[in-house]
């Protein structure tokens, strides 16, 4: 069994920053991509960012700039830094990360629970 496990969410102003944390737990080997995604009301979930096991990272054109992802490997966890903060990224982001579970040979994709992020002016 595998939990993805999120945390920093909540409140912030424009031009303020938050820090989002996403915890993998279980029977774990490995994890290849770690990435964060966001769904706004009435939209479609998105790709926020992604990170490779190497440290090679992705972002939306909408973030670059403002957002970074990184992962801390011996603690099976995923950062999303999001400063100067807009309305625009109001959503709820959820974590996913690609994880080999002890015994089996190929990935399979994670979901953290979802965690709400509102940039309310």
């Known amino acids: 069994q595998v939990q993805l496990v999120e945390s920093g969410g909540g409140l912030v102003q424009p031009g303020g920053s938050l820090r989002l944390s996403c915890a993998a737990s279980g029977s774990i080997s490995s994890i290849n991509d770690m990435g964060w995604y966001r769904q706004a009301p009435g939209k479609q979930r998105e790709l926020v960012a992604t990170?490779?096991?190497?440290?090679?990272?992705n972002y939306a054109d909408s973030v670059k700039g403002r957002f970074t992802i990184s992962r801390y490997n011996a603690k099976n966890t995923a950062y999303l830094q999001m400063n100067s903060l807009t309305t625009e990224d109001t959503a709820v982001y959820y974590c996913?990360?690609?994880?080999?579970?002890?015994?089996?040979?190929?990935?399979?994709?994670?979901w953290g629970q979802g965690n709400q992020v509102t940039v309310y002016s």
């Open positions: 990170i490779t096991r190497g440290g090679n990272t």
């Open positions: 996913r990360e690609s994880v080999q579970r002890y015994g089996s040979i190929g990935y399979i994709l994670y």
